[in-house]
């Protein structure tokens, strides 16, 4: 029989936890070479790794979890998972009366989703942020992020109407994703996918829910985020390698995406 773990309970070790009406919000860490058995929780639950890769079995489909990605499990989803490195996670429960308040107004979200860019991002930094600078405005400040991410789990699991992007899209997301840091143009990508870039414009914006340039900028924080959190590289060599002018520009866009500067961000996610 595949074990279901209440509230509040997990295989890791909990650093610290804080429950909300609703909600509940946990630390934990796992230990190196840690194999968790099939299991599944009752609530729903976030997963936002703030460190440490590790894989993840949710029913037949197996993914590898990288720091920073962020998934949602609805209620009694089986998943098991293999920790080859040091994990550390930062772990959102929601709770039943929460989760058909949520369902009121947007999809069912009974289906695992996968957050790993984007605004739903920015939401879980700033809820770890407010989880680890707590005062007496937290819990409404937390519950109020919880919701907008609750918001756009629901949106990326409900997308656009017709599902199947165009092939030529894909092939401009992933020149996207190989070469974010250069000075790509529309023009560029419409003749790599040979497509009018007016077309590709108005199509990319329906897939992803915003234009080629702000996708090229969420890829850029990203991959700085990334470096800030796992490395000791200065700001002005992350800067550079993301794309970015220079140190200021890199901070205003940083800033702009995730509300904190890039030396904010790491001192939450690489504390010395």
């Not at 997963?47 to 979890?65: N, P």
């Not at 957050?115 to 930094?125: D, E, F, P, V």
Request: charged share 25%; aromatic share 8%; net charge neutral.
């Amino acid at each position: 029989m595949t074990p279901k773990l209440p509230s509040g309970h997990f295989f890791g070790k909990t650093l610290r936890a804080r429950d909300l009406p609703g909600f509940r919000l946990t630390e934990a860490i796992y230990s190196s070479g840690l194999k968790l058995p099939r299991h599944s929780h009752e609530s729903a639950k976030y997963c936002f790794v703030l460190a440490g890769s590790f894989s993840e079995t949710v029913g037949k489909d197996e993914r590898a979890r990288q720091p920073l990605s962020l998934s949602f499990q609805p209620p009694d989803t089986t998943h098991e998972e293999t920790h080859n490195a040091p994990g550390h996670h930062f772990l959102i429960e929601v709770g039943a009366y929460s989760l058909d308040r949520a369902r009121e107004y947007s999809a069912i979200l009974d289906h695992p989703v996968e957050l790993t860019s984007g605004i739903a991002i920015r939401l879980a930094t700033q809820l770890y942020d407010e989880f680890c600078h707590l005062d007496a405005l937290s819990p409404l400040a937390l519950e109020g992020l919880i919701l907008e991410l609750l918001a756009e789990t629901s949106r990326r699991e409900s997308g656009p109407a017709d599902r199947r992007p165009p092939r030529w899209l894909e092939q401009v997301t992933g020149m996207l994703r190989d070469k974010f840091a250069e000075n790509l143009t529309l023009s560029d990508l419409a003749v790599a996918a040979n497509v009018h870039t007016v077309h590709l414009a108005r199509v990319f914006r329906k897939f992803h829910g915003c234009t080629v340039g702000d996708y090229i900028r969420q890829l850029r924080v990203e991959y700085a985020s990334r470096r800030l959190s796992m490395t000791d590289d200065s700001l002005v060599e992350i800067a550079l390698a993301a794309g970015f002018s220079d140190q200021s520009h890199f901070s205003r866009t940083f800033k702009n995406h995730t509300r904190m500067l890039p030396s904010e961000f790491r001192a939450i996610f690489r504390p010395r």
